[in-house]
């Protein structure tokens, strides 16, 4: 691997890592990371600060995702390793996002940069994973059962459309994260204490 390949990923997770939900919120004098689920992520900022700031956080966490591997696919040079260098990126992406160096490794769940990830992979397919996202929530009542539920259909998604082995590698790694970033939500889910969307409590 090049030395401008290492860097690309270098500067993937640095990206990644980029807290926007607490940019967003420093004019507010609220710490989103003591307040509501503590989480750095769109859901927490919007519940805590309104849906317009909710939504800017979601779009820079989504942008964040995509906007790395869309940049190395486009500038760097053609090697036969280019595929990896740009899944590694990625890869790099979203753990910056769950473990932020600027924040002692203490991040977010992961879903809006998978989002971004997803979306760079197959744009389409995305439709199809937010249509599951919007089902689950719906009949569940629950976020976080949505958020589960939506990551995972990426991966048959894009084995049906039969994408490249690297970019269903990539979203097992991404959806394995964001499950693994979930355990809370799914313990309190397992033991009926996971508040519901629309529960005001």
């Not at 995972?152 to 994408?163: D, Q």
Request: glycine letters at 12%.
């Amino acid at each position: 691997m090049t030395p401008l390949e290492i860097l690309c990923i270098t500067a993937a997770y640095l990206v990644g890592a980029i807290p926007f939900g607490i940019i967003l919120s420093l004019g507010s004098g609220i710490d989103i990371r003591t307040r509501g689920s503590g989480n750095i992520g769109a859901t927490n900022v919007a519940r805590l600060l309104g849906r317009k700031l909710g939504i800017l956080t979601l779009l820079a966490d989504i942008a964040k995702g995509f906007l790395p591997m869309f940049a190395v696919a486009r500038f760097l040079p053609e090697t036969p390793q280019k595929n990896m260098v740009v899944a590694l990126c990625g890869a790099a992406t979203v753990l910056g996002h769950m473990f932020p160096v600027y924040l002692g490794f203490k991040g977010g769940k992961g879903v809006a940069t998978g989002l971004g990830i997803f979306f760079y992979l197959a744009p389409v397919g995305v439709l199809v994973c937010l249509a599951v996202f919007a089902g689950a929530v719906a009949l569940s009542g629950f976020v976080s059962v949505g958020s589960l539920l939506g990551a995972l259909a990426v991966i048959p998604t894009l084995w049906f459309m039969a994408e490249p082995h690297w970019k269903v590698a990539l979203a097992v790694f991404v959806v394995v994260m964001i499950w693994l970033k979930h355990y809370q939500n799914i313990g309190r889910l397992l033991q009926g204490t996971e508040k519901s969307w629309r529960k005001k409590e």
